[in-house]
């Protein structure tokens, strides 16, 4: 380490000694209309030596001599090549507008800037005006449906709930599966960070940490999406690369001074509730049972007089003895569970007779007062409104050959669930400069704290973690209410309480009250990030540069999770909390070498090291038992457990790449990097991987000049990438546990070996990928296709086996099993209508089809993960020879043909003894559209987004059809019969008659039995509620005003835009039970797990309407 920065040390040293021969030219760079374009990238040819254009279109830049061309780029917009001569004075460059944006410049590994046309890989590039101001807080949903190959899936719609983002789908059996973020050069930590033992059963709604990441901040992003695009940035870029700008830390040289504010404000609302039936009441049997959870009970008074003339039945309206017709004692009073409360300390809902002394029962009881007996709508008035208000201020100022830029936002969000909120703060700094030296120093700092407080509305099964209910999110309380129950007082007579005089729960039966929950438990996690880096580069001459680039990037999160007592599973309460810290330093030393050798052929070689260090602590501590309400700190807790985690790891590594041009017209690109990881054993801590690229712009090569194809490439990629290990993973470790008290009364220590078996011949992972391409411009770019295929191998997983358990452990860390993607990605950029009026419209169409295979599951053929226990032995699994994440649980018998075997005597299908798969969560595609249409200053945007297939089992859907709530359920007076054939329930097999066929089911059974029992329910089979999660949707739409420049030229305002704005207003699931409107596209748990297609309870999503106002002066 110090002998390699003494030898960078003597470049920089004797480069500054080395005075090159250089002119001043200066000029600007303009649009056909005269107008200057802003950030317009302007280029000595074949040198590193650039600049930028200012908000007046303005450069000025130092040209070596022998070199008389400069480059000019900018998005949108045709290369220019201008010729110099012997000019040393102002020069003025008109830019024509070009659809292709072939030469459009894009920041790709390591910070590497590179021209698109040369590319032999897929990159995507979307613009910070992409991202920003979409009623999105979160940067990462908001590119959700805007590009091939990148699926993205948030959590639910809680303030702050992580996201997920797959690219080219999931190279990871049972690691991670999410690509690398590097923010301005440095590796930014997305993790999720789930507390050991406490997932989404306790309904916490954890962030994903690029939530720390300012939308307005984001000057770009790059998606480097294959193996060849991502390779030199080593082991961690497996599953792709996001690469971000900022705008503190892109180096916009502008001279002079200039101010931006945006701003923006949203509401929310959730994006559909079920359909509720409001016939029957709660019990079963068509008999009202006030203690019972489900609605299976008699129908309401209203519904009585309908129902007996339509199907012929004689229903009598429930009377309760001493209650007036249409009215039932309060709920409060009808159960065991809320009844010794309602005697304790509810007075106001006991009846009093004339002298106000309370009337009493038979059974020596309070009498409750009688409410109206009809269903009530609690649920939609359980939901408020939630807010999203953005506000961000950026200054930039610039001279010659430095800038500054400075970026300050404040993002507040406030849910649609009582106290639920998330907010975050943002501060950075930026800047480069040209020394006098020759010297550029670049660098930029930013600090965020994100804080987030929610009750727990996060994924969690019915039953809890304790098998009951209180362990649940509040949606899993709320929607399974029953209908009669009324929480908010609309009889006009009293509601059902939520708590007493002291503060404890009101509870039903099993179920938490969910105002109780808003109330008093609560999640929160304050996050306090900073990061940042520091570039110098010098031209040692026109043609060799050296970098050196550091940087750290380290946050703390404290979260707290609160319990209050008075709960049905827990009722002393519980606190923890949890303090993570992490921190990441890494430096880049590179050499860069861009040469023109001769008229027709350039190159350009990159070499550097890479050195990376990652720390991370964790302390977890759990007190059970609150002493005292109100007082929720762990050591007011009677008992306290806790656990620690630390670890550190290194790694280096040296790559190169290497870049040679041809006539501008096929370009050849090689990569190799070695990485050193201090995870691996020493033996195998080397590695060495890399591949090669190719691009052939075959219209430049045939010299051809067709209105009909204008510009035809041609592009391959084979590339192999590494993938270390997590630590630790080498050794068999112990664990610390809880002491114990010998019997002299000393608390003694203790430590046990884990289970887990280590790994000492541990290697690395290894993905290869063949990536084969084209891209096409029609019609004068009226059309332009991008098209892709693909196919990855990651093989050698990092994954663990069972193990008998006679040898002491119960798994193994071992390299096994193989996972194959393999699919097509698909742009089509259509302009149909452009018009000299000024009219246009533009659509962009992206295709995803991805097939997985689990090739190799490891020594089983099978690796089970997750574990959903009020659901039986419901999973996801790998099994060789099937897609990844498989759904896997109960299933009903069938014969060969396919049909239901149904019990003869029951009139009930019969459930396999064994799990099987149920479901494939993989979709069929996936596909964006993307309509843009302008005129004179309006800009009016909108994205459709499209998933066909998938299978996903919802609990919601099957718990709310079990209970009797969806209006599904309503038409139960008829008899039904279950589709099928008559099998033996001790064999599986068919019962066939006489005459050698099936015997079809003539059983009749009750809508009762038909959901609730053992039908179509979840005391079913699992498959029963799988569903196909086909859907499309509007993700977002916008109306925007530039206002007229003519009309801002007298004011201090360079640029204003205002527009209105909408994100997921409209969505279409076809294939799902009716009256559900649960949106599907949600995550499992938390976006660190890789379950698919199980929905628990999960956040509901929203809708969001909002104003966005951007002004530049």
Request: without cysteine.
């Amino acid at each position: 380490m110090k002998r390699l920065s003494l030898f960078l040390a003597m470049l920089f040293l004797t480069a500054w000694t080395t005075l090159l021969a250089q002119r001043n030219i200066s000029g600007k760079v303009i649009d056909e209309a005269g107008e200057p374009l802003i950030g317009a990238s302007v280029q000595v040819k074949g040198l590193t030596v650039g600049t930028v254009t200012d908000v007046d279109g303005a450069f000025a830049i130092e040209v070596p001599t022998g070199h008389d061309v400069l480059v000019v780029t900018y998005t949108g917009y045709a290369t220019k090549e201008a010729n110099l001569g012997s000019n040393v004075g102002e020069i003025t460059i008109t830019m024509v507008e070009s659809a292709e944006q072939l030469s459009e410049i894009l920041v790709t590994a390591i910070g590497i800037q590179r021209e698109k046309k040369a590319l032999g890989y897929s990159v995507t590039d979307l613009s910070g005006d992409q991202l920003a101001q979409r009623s999105e807080p979160d940067a990462i949903r908001a590119i959700a449906g805007k590009t091939p190959g990148v699926q993205v899936t948030g959590g639910g719609g809680a303030p702050g709930q992580s996201t997920k983002i797959n690219i080219r789908g999931n190279s990871s059996l049972t690691g991670n599966t999410q690509p690398l973020f590097v923010v301005d050069g440095i590796p930014f930590d997305n993790s999720v960070n789930s507390p050991n033992n406490f997932g989404a059963d306790k309904g916490s709604s954890y962030s994903n940490r690029a939530f720390d990441i300012d939308p307005n901040n984001i000057q770009s992003m790059t998606i480097l999406k294959g193996a060849a695009a991502a390779a030199l940035y080593g082991s961690r870029a497996t599953n792709g690369v996001v690469v971000i700008t900022t705008k503190t830390g892109g180096k916009n040289a502008r001279k002079g001074l200039e101010v931006s504010y945006s701003s923006s404000y949203s509401t929310e609302k959730i994006s559909g509730l079920p359909d509720y039936q409001n016939v029957y009441s709660q019990g079963s049997n068509q008999n009202y049972n006030g203690g019972f959870i489900g609605n299976w009970g008699a129908p309401f008074p209203t519904e009585v007089d309908r129902l007996n003339a339509t199907y012929g039945t004689n229903y009598s309206k429930v009377i309760e003895p001493g209650y007036p017709e249409g009215t039932i004692a309060h709920p409060l009073a009808s159960t065991g569970y809320a009844r010794p409360r309602f005697t304790a300390f509810f007075p106001e809902l006991w009846q009093k007779d004339a002298s106000g002394n309370p009337i009493i029962n038979a059974d020596g009881l309070p009498k409750a007062i009688a409410v109206p007996f009809r269903p009530y709508d609690f649920v939609e008035k359980f939901f408020e409104q939630g807010t999203v208000l953005e506000n961000s201020l950026t200054i930039n100022a610039g001279g010659k050959e430095s800038s500054l830029s400075a970026t300050v936002s404040r993002m507040d969000n406030d849910g649609i669930v009582p106290n639920s909120k998330a907010n975050r703060t943002s501060l950075s700094f930026g800047g480069n400069g040209k020394l006098a030296n020759g010297l550029v120093l670049s660098g930029n700092v930013t600090y965020v704290n994100t804080g987030q407080a929610n009750p727990p509305l996060a994924a969690s099964v019915f039953g809890g973690n304790n098998g009951t209910a209180s362990d649940g999110s509040i949606y899993t309380r709320l929607f399974f209410l029953p209908r009669n129950f009324d929480l908010f007082g609309e009889n006009g007579v009293a509601p059902y309480p939520f708590e007493t005089p002291f503060g404890d729960n009101v509870f039903y039966r099993a179920l938490d009250n969910p105002l109780w929950l808003v109330k008093y438990n609560k999640y929160s996690s304050d996050v306090n990030r900073a990061f940042g880096n520091l570039t110098l580069s010098y031209d040692v001459t026109p043609w060799l540069n050296l970098t050196a680039k550091g940087g750290m990037n380290t946050y703390g999160d404290a979260r707290k999770s609160i319990e209050a007592p008075g709960g049905v599973a827990d009722p002393t309460g519980e606190v923890w909390t949890d303090d993570i810290h992490n921190t990441e330093i890494d430096f880049n030393y590179l050499a860069t070498v861009n040469r023109q050798i001769s008229k027709d052929i350039d190159f350009k070689i990159i070499g550097g090291v890479n050195l990376n260090q990652r720390s991370y602590s964790e302390r977890f501590v759990d007190g059970r038992g609150v002493i005292a309400k109100g007082l929720y700190n762990t050591d007011k807790t009677i008992s306290q457990s806790s656990y620690e985690e630390t670890s550190l790891r290194r790694f280096y590594s040296a790559y190169g790449d290497a870049t040679i041009g041809y006539k501008n017209y096929l370009y050849l690109g090689l990569v190799a990097r070695n990485d050193w990881s201090s995870t691996l054993p020493k033996k195998n801590q080397s590695f060495l991987y890399g591949g090669a690229n190719m691009s052939l712009i075959f219209t430049d090569m045939l010299k051809m000049n067709s209105n009909i194809l204008g510009y035809g490439k041609i592009r391959a990629a084979y590339t192999s990438v590494g993938n270390e290990a997590s630590p630790y993973r080498t050794r068999t470790t112990y664990s610390i546990n809880q002491p114990f008290v010998n019997i002299g009364g000393t608390s003694v220590n203790r430590a046990s070996l884990g289970n887990t078996l280590g790994n000492a011949d541990l290697r690395h992972e290894l993905t290869h990928e063949v990536e084969l391409g084209t891209d096409l411009r029609f019609f004068n770019n009226k059309i332009g296709v991008e098209f892709t295929w693909f196919k990855r191998n990651s093989s050698d997983q990092i994954t663990t086996a069972e193990l008998p358990r006679s040898t002491g452990f119960v798994q193994a860390i071992v390299n096994a099993g193989e996972i194959e993607n393999k699919g097509i990605e698909l742009g089509v950029d259509l302009t149909p209508i452009k018009t000299k009026s000024g009219f246009e419209w533009n659509t962009f169409v992206n295709f995803t089809r991805i097939r997985s295979l689990v090739v190799d599951a490891g020594p089983t053929g099978q690796i089970t993960f997750g574990s959903f226990p009020a659901y039986g032995t419901l999973q996801n699994i790998h099994r060789t020879g099937y897609p990844y994440a498989q759904i896997f649980g109960a299933k009903n018998a069938r014969t060969p043909e396919g049909d239901l075997l149904i019990d003869k005597d029951l009139g009930t299908t019969i459930v396999l003894p064994t799990n099987e798969i149920v479901g494939d969560p993989n979709p069929d595609f996936m596909m964006g559209i993307n309509n843009s249409f302008s005129f004179k200053g309006f800009t009016l945007r909108a994205l459709i987004d499209w998933r066909q297939g998938g299978d996903m089992f919802l609990t919601t859907a099957g718990s709310l059809t079990l209970r009797g709530q969806l209006k599904v359920t309503e038409d139960r007076e008829p008899l039904r019969i279950i589709p099928g054939v008559y099998g033996d329930p001790s064999t599986y097999e068919a019962i066939k008659g006489d005459d050698g066929k099936y015997i079809r089911n003539t059983t009749p059974i009750t809508s009762f039995d038909f959901f609730f029992s053992n039908g179509f329910g979840p005391y079913g089979a699992d498959e029963t509620n799988v569903y196909d999660i086909t859907n499309i949707r509007l993700r977002e739409v916008s109306l925007g005003y530039d206002l007229p420049k003519k009309l801002l030229k007298k004011t201090p305002i360079g640029s204003a835009r205002i527009s209105i704005s909408g994100r997921n207003l409209w969505w279409y699931a076809p294939n799902l039970i009716e009256g559900i409107n649960s949106d599907p596209e949600v995550l499992a748990e938390n976006a660190d797990t890789n379950l698919q297609g199980i929905e628990t309870g999960t956040t509901p999503t929203t809708k969001r309407f909002g104003v966005n106002l951007n002004v530049t002066f």
